[in-house]
């Protein structure tokens, strides 16, 4: 739970991080149902997009036709959607005390433009700073899929490769690598869970990250029966109350 300046309440943000096909979308959706269906106002939102401003960056940053893409441009094209979002979504989200559940922020920054394509690590740093205005997530799921082959396997298999996942096996294994280190130096907000096993036991595996801050969740892990993490083994989707869109009720409860 962070505070504003002032020490008042707000909500709860929760990044999800990871590579291609990780697992982030999965399970960002089966959270954001199960809090919503206890009367939370979950925002869902994606790096890069969330807004339109956002939206329009993410089709150019994304499209495998924009080779020509420098990595600086890169860079300042996923801090521009992020300044973005962080200005006109997530704080306003966080100030009205709801729950922010975002695929990526800015340690996929680290990962993939400091890493990945070899940007000054302390230019990122900042540049992740200036786009963000303090926010950080109280959070960070990182999700570990088994390999990096099988990850990007999982990711394309459905509508093909866009830009950054066409980036070769090599960058994707550097990221995987970084997300590695990222996590470890920061162990208190970044938590590391394997996506290897079902998506029901990943799906608890997160919870069990999670439970300090939504203590409802210590009841879920305890019925050992895991009826309520079984939906996500079937073929049959969930809810789908939960899309990308934003707000979509209002809080019952604060976050305890
Ligand atoms: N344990 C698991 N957790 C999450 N997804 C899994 C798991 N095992 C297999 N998958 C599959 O991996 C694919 C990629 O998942 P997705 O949530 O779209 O990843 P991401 O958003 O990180 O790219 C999906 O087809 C999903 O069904
Ligand atoms: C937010 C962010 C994403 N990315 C990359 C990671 C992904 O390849 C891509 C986002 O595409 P997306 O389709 O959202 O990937 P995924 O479903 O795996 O999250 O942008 C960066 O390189 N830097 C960033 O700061």
Do not use: W
């Amino acid at each position: 739970m962070t505070s504003n300046k002032a020490g008042q309440r707000r909500g709860v943000f929760v990044s999800f991080e990871g590579g291609e096909g990780a697992g982030k979308t999965t399970h960002i959706r089966f959270l954001a149902e199960t809090l919503e269906a206890r009367g939370f106002e979950v925002v869902r939102l994606r790096e890069p997009g969330g807004t339109a401003i956002g939206d329009k960056l993410r089709s150019i940053v994304l499209d495998p036709g924009n080779a020509a893409m420098c990595d600086a441009c890169e860079l300042l094209v996923y801090e521009a959607a992020r300044a973005q979002i962080v200005e006109e979504v997530i704080k306003p989200a966080l100030d009205r005390g709801a729950v922010v559940l975002c695929d990526r922020f800015f340690d996929s920054t680290t990962a993939y433009q400091a890493y990945g394509r070899g940007i000054d690590a302390d230019f990122v740093r900042r540049a992740n700073q200036f786009a963000c205005q303090g926010v950080v997530p109280d959070r960070t799921i990182l999700l570990v899929p088994p390999s990096t082959k099988d990850g990007l396997i999982r990711a394309t298999k459905n509508d093909g490769a866009d830009r950054l996942e066409s980036a070769g096996v090599e960058f994707h294994e550097r990221v995987r690598n970084a997300f590695a280190e990222i996590a470890a130096d920061d162990p208190k907000r970044i938590r590391t869970v394997y996506s290897a096993d079902k998506k029901s036991k990943t799906s608890q595996a997160v919870f069990a990250e999670l439970a300090d801050i939504f203590p409802f969740m210590v009841e879920l892990l305890a019925d050992e029966s895991g009826a309520h993490f079984a939906p996500l083994d079937t073929k049959k989707p969930h809810t789908g109350k939960a899309t990308f869109a934003a707000p979509v009720s209002h809080s019952k409860n604060g976050a305890e």
